[in-house]
């Protein structure tokens, strides 16, 4: 079993709709990455939380620490937001910087 | 704003071949993180540097070696180069350990024939 899990894998909605993308992970962490691939490969840093919820533009990302469970949202999706969407945990003790990724969320919002 | 400017962006090389890479972290960023992502994998964490020094190293193959530069630039060497490095090679770089916001590079993909 993973220890970062995502769901879904794969996501197409309509524009305009509501996403919302799942990580559950298993171990103790000091901080969660949502990070953003597109199809060149690139990789955009969205949100690092370690508790409550974080807004920016359409997007929104929450964490429950008790529950190691947190979620992205696009509100209004377009298009553009097409992307695989990461999550990604940092542990909690400093000399260990590797990140644990999950396996990704394909969105795809079609116009 | 400055990003994480990493070059080359592409690279092809002949097996056995020698690569290196470079990664200019934001500026006053003291962090910078090596990973290497295969086609249709996550990516795996290669090697940190926290203040010039190793801070952590993952799953490093013996012929790939890396440092961290005064200036706070980092580079990856990777020499006698096998097909299976073929992958996308993601610099990030942070301010302090732990506690400070990622940011990556667009990632330097390296072909290997």
């Known amino acids: 079993k993973n220890e970062v899990e995502q769901s879904p894998q794969n996501l197409t909605a309509q524009e305009g709709e509501f996403i919302t993308i799942n990580c559950s992970y298993s171990v103790g962490i000091s901080a969660l990455h949502w990070l953003q691939q597109h199809p060149g490969g690139g990789i955009v840093s969205l949100f690092m939380l370690s508790s409550g919820k974080k807004k920016h533009g359409r997007l929104i990302a929450t964490i429950n620490i008790q529950e190691k469970h947190s979620s992205l949202h696009i509100t209004a999706s377009h298009p553009r937001d097409s992307a695989v969407y990461i999550c990604a945990v940092r542990p909690p003790n400093f000399g260990n910087e590797k990140l644990t990724f999950g396996t990704g969320t394909r969105l795809t919002i079609i116009p | 704003a400055a990003g994480v400017i990493q070059s080359p962006r592409h690279l092809i090389k002949e097996k056995r071949e020698t690569a290196t890479l470079k990664c200019y972290p934001i500026?006053?960023?003291?962090?910078v993180y090596w990973y290497q992502q295969g086609p249709g994998q996550d990516p795996q964490f290669l090697i940190s540097f926290y203040e010039k020094m190793q801070s952590d190293k993952g799953s490093i193959p013996d012929r790939f070696s890396a440092q961290q530069f005064s200036d706070y630039h980092s580079e990856l060497n990777m020499s006698s180069l096998e097909l299976g490095d073929s992958a996308l090679y993601f610099c990030?770089?942070?301010?302090?350990?732990?506690?400070?916001?990622?940011?990556f590079g667009e990632g330097s993909r390296l072909t290997v024939l």
């Open positions: 990030a770089s942070s301010r302090g350990q732990l506690t400070g916001e990622l940011f």
């Open positions: 500026p006053r960023h003291d962090t």
